[in-house]
């Protein structure tokens, strides 16, 4: 039976990269070697490499603008402390809107003084705060654009003079949106990008070089541009369907098209849950809610048993909500088809007509 | 036409491995699901994880003895500064035996003093430095057991009372010796582990918690620790094809039964280099050299170009030397066939009856 994944991460990819992935462990392109088992400085390798950068900053649409793509080691989390060795020399503002701005705060703290412009902690991070301040005095303003445990996302930036670093790991490339408002934005790989064990790094060169302290060479941006992202032996595989999963992209239309669906998916889900009165969305605020990670509870947790029974009879996969806070979580990246999200309004369905 | 794969790294898996690999990328243990689209939270891979720490710790004989085996991100390069960040309060002692131990010097230079107890930079780090002294006052003393550019291994490791920390990236897995006299292995997986993309941290737990500074959860070893290796995202991939790898080598008898056919494979092309009046050995010192990188030069190179066709034809790939020394490469790696190796001592022998 064909399973509807709405994994928050690893989560699925579009089949024809796996198709092409799965061919490429027993033959890479009709070379006779396996995708893993070629060098990381081989011609092949580099040209994977320079397409997938080329290809990230087509979909970001932040060409010819002083903007460098790298692939690097370590996900997201390595990327919490990266920046801050990069940029912060004395303070960085920071938004809080969840689990993953905290571990970035957290990180951050090592290396120099944070403040903390807002925080939506005050009500679970259940919504994104409007009208903050940001200091002029501070290296950089940090946000995280997509809050995948409580399925907020941000649809404003703000208007300020200091470098915006972003951490879009969870809607990178689904939404088109000015990206060259953010000096640095960073992203595992693991939701639109490709599979776990890389993360991209898009980073505005002239913002680096102003810190006084020494970066260990793994850790400095410049060292990994000046070798264009091939410093040490980069993450082949992950990168290869990284670049797989780019080319996809850019086949289905790119990030505009993608989005119209994102959004048709999103919109039908959520009518869902705002009309079956078995279920209550998590974010109430609607501006506020997640294209990407719809989060959404039973109010009648009796129902669970029947309702999970249900999902997976439907072959629906992967919906329970973090553990943190419980509950169901709906994760619609780029790769979800359209019709595993009519599969799971049609178990909500199911439900209330047996309920 | 087959391949023979003798590159230093990605190099080639297990005929087996690769075929479980590519079949998991399109349905995982007949689960209906990619490996790729799993939860690094998911029962699955939590199992993966531990089944991959149990076998390294196996494979090693390390088991109940205090040590602790980690998946990491980042390589061997981002294990450099871990070690030091994690060890280095004052000042470590380090063996220099050629690039990769530079760099692990050059790294631990951000974080404390370094000694370098002795170096074979005079004669281009074709010999192995013996009787050289580990001051009693170090916090650890840093060597590389096996250099691939250069084709040395380390045959003897010094009897000192501080902790030694090894780079084993290249020879981890393929001999039996005492993995207990190291305190910290590390070992980028792209040789004897499994594909690019991660790398295997052996420690001996009771080393850490001893410097000062603070550490940045992604490099702190007790962080990592305590999450199981599992503490944020991980390379799902990479670990998975390197647990296949580990099981594929317990299958095949183990480091010891695997040690016995890599010397085979050693001897016979040694020997051929000895012999063919054609070739000459990069390292002179016999007990020096690799078991896994042998390194030699054709000593007419007008020859050279007929030697690469005659390379080509028998499909012998990747056995240029590194690109600092030049010459030739042929690394063999716990996975590469004997038939490869007695294919490139016929291809020499080839040149030699034509030249």
Redesign the interface.
């Given at each position: 039976?064909?399973?509807h994944?709405f994994?928050?991460?690893?989560?699925?990819?579009p089949q024809s990269v796996?198709?092409k992935?799965?061919?490429a462990?027993?033959n890479f392109n009709d070379?006779?070697?396996?995708i893993?088992?070629?060098?990381?400085r081989s011609e092949e390798f580099v040209r994977i490499m320079t397409d997938a950068q080329s290809l990230a900053l087509e979909h970001l649409n932040l060409q010819n603008q002083g903007y460098k793509v790298l692939f690097l080691?370590?996900?997201?989390?390595?990327q919490?402390?990266m920046t801050a060795y990069n940029l912060l020399e004395n303070k960085a503002a920071f938004l809080n809107t969840g689990a993953w701005s905290s571990?970035a705060i957290?990180?951050a703290k090592?290396f120099g003084e944070v403040v903390e412009v807002a925080s939506s902690g005050d009500r679970s991070f259940s919504y994104v705060p409007k009208n903050y301040e940001i200091p002029n005095d501070v290296d950089y303003f940090h946000c995280t654009s997509n809050n995948t445990i409580y399925g907020t996302q941000l649809n404003e930036f703000p208007n300020t003079e200091v470098p915006i670093v972003c951490d879009m790991s969870s809607d990178i490339f689904s939404r088109e949106i000015d990206y060259s408002q953010f000096q640095l934005i960073y992203a595992?790989a693991?939701k639109n990008i490709g599979?776990?064990?890389?993360a991209l790094v898009a980073i505005k060169e002239d913002i680096l070089g102003k810190v006084s302290r020494?970066i260990?060479?793994?850790?400095d941006y410049q060292v990994h541009i000046s070798k264009n992202s091939i410093?040490?032996?980069?993450?082949?595989?992950?990168i290869y369907?990284s670049m797989l999963t780019l080319q996809w992209l850019k086949e289905s239309g790119g990030v505009s098209a993608i989005e119209k669906i994102n959004r048709k998916k999103a919109n039908l889900l959520y009518a869902e849950i705002d009309r079956n009165a078995l279920f209550e969305a998590y974010v109430k605020n609607t501006e506020d809610r997640s294209v990407m990670n719809a989060t959404f509870n039973l109010i009648d947790t009796e129902l669970k048993e029947n309702f999970d029974t249900y999902l997976k009879e439907a072959?629906v996969?992967?919906i329970n909500g973090h553990r943190s806070i419980g509950g169901y979580r709906a994760s619609m990246y780029n790769a979800l088809p359209i019709e595993s999200v009519r599969v799971l309004i049609s178990v909500m369905q199911e439900l209330e007509r047996k309920a």
């Open positions: 039976m064909k399973k994944n994994s928050a991460g690893p989560c699925l990819l796996m198709q992935a799965s061919e462990v027993l070379s006779g070697l396996s893993l088992e070629i060098s990381h080691h370590g996900g997201a989390s390595l919490f402390l571990k957290k990180e090592y595992g693991q599979p776990a064990g890389v020494k260990p060479s793994m850790l410093y040490n032996t980069a993450p082949v595989f992950p369907v072959g996969h992967a």
